[in-house]
T-cell receptor, first 114, second 114 residues
Framework: SAVISQKPSRDICQRGTSLTIQCQVD?????MFWYRQQPGQSLTLIAT?????????ESGFVIDKFPISRPNLTFSTLTVSNMSPEDSSIYLC???????????FGPGTRLTVL | AQKITQTQPGMFVQEKEAVTLDCTYD???????LFWYKQPSSGEMIFLIY??????QNATEGRYSLNFQKARKSANLVISASQLGDSAMYFC???????????FGKGTTLSVSS
């Protein structure tokens, strides 16, 4: 199994500002995934973060808006830049367990943009 | 492209009854995995059950079973003997190639009444 922590757990931000979300895993993993869950919606993949290379972004998400860092095998950050109220969501990071039979999720960061 | 479809926005069931949550999928991959997650109002993502595309037996985990019909591309979740604590959002998800990210359906809200 994998235990994932995220900081902050929640935040309220003003439009036009940026917020960096941290994700820490208790074991070394090759790939970390960042998801967004807008209110009342499902989870949408933002990007896949590999250590030592640029993150791979899904359609509709760009690096300028959601820059990602992956400095080592247990840590990643996602920044939500130049925020607008439409960015109000839960942001979750996740990793695979051994065997790829379970994807573990962090507790999420609840972001509200005013 | 992969796709997960959950056609039931909401389901209502009484305690101790069984309930089936529907999920159909589409993929061109030969090897894939199907997952169900529960998300209570707290927002955490709780893994319930996994089915591999080559698994011959339907997966079971306690009160949860996955009715896997490969030819019909369906992976329905059956919850036996519903409990009040089962009230939550349920997501069906799929991964293709091992290690890649999960793709989620829109979810089904399950309400269990006494």
């Amino acid at each position: 199994s994998a235990v994932i922590s995220q900081k902050p757990s929640r935040d309220i931000c003003q439009r036009g500002t940026s917020l960096t979300i941290q994700c820490q895993v208790d074991s070394q993993v090759t790939m970390m995934f960042w998801y967004r869950q807008q209110p009342g919606q499902s989870l949408t993949l933002i990007a896949t973060a590999n250590q030592g290379s640029e993150a791979t972004y899904e359609s509709g998400f760009v690096i300028d808006k959601f820059p990602i860092s992956r400095p080592n095998l247990t840590f990643s950050t996602l920044t939500v830049s130049n925020m607008s109220p439409e960015d109000s969501s839960i942001y979750l990071c996740s990793v695979w367990g051994q065997g790829n039979n379970e994807q573990f999720f962090g507790p999420g960061t609840r972001l509200t943009v005013l | 492209a992969q796709k997960i479809t959950q056609t039931q926005p909401g389901m209502f069931v009484q305690e101790k009854e069984a309930v089936t949550l529907d999920c159909t999928y589409d993929t061109s991959d030969q090897s894939y995995g199907l997952f169900w997650y529960k998300q209570p109002s707290s927002g955490e993502m709780i893994f319930l059950i996994y089915q591999g595309s080559y698994d011959e037996q339907n997966a079971t985990e306690g009160r949860y079973s996955l009715n896997f019909q490969k030819a019909r591309k369906s992976a329905n979740l059956v919850i036996s003997a519903s409990q009040l604590g089962d009230s939550a959002m349920y997501f069906c998800a799929m991964r293709g190639q091992a290690g890649t990210a999960l793709i989620f359906g829109k979810g089904t809200t399950l309400s269990v009444s006494s």
